[in-house]
């Protein structure tokens, strides 16, 4: 079984993708808040991270750098809401983000983009 993480600290959108990619078979794991992303990404066994770009703590770009840096083959999925920050997703991408998703989206077009990812 595959492992997804989603860090994300809005908990609709959280739950929605959760059960989303549950019934697609995946685990996953959620974190609310950067510092918590960073310690799931620490600790757990993981195929894929979705993140948001704006998380408290530790945003979405220091959760690519951490990342990247200790876990580099793990693809990652930028959630940003419309209006943010064109630069950011330009970083996110610069980085190492492996696919952006602007909000809101559809969870059946998430599940698409993370099956593709994930079996890559």
Known sequence: MKNVLI???DLLISS???FRLKKDGYNVTTAEDGLAGIHAIDN???DLIITDVMIP???GIEIINHSKKYFP???II???SLGEEESTVLEAFN???SDFIPKPFNPNELA???RRLIKN
């Open 95 to 97: 980085l190492g983000a």
């Open 78 to 80: 930028v959630l940003s």
């Open 7 to 9: 860090i994300e600290d």
């Open 44 to 46: 757990n066994q993981l």
């Open 73 to 75: 083959n793990i693809p």
């Open 112 to 114: 698409i983009r993370v």
């Open 16 to 18: 929605l993708v959760r």
């Open 57 to 59: 703590f530790k945003n």
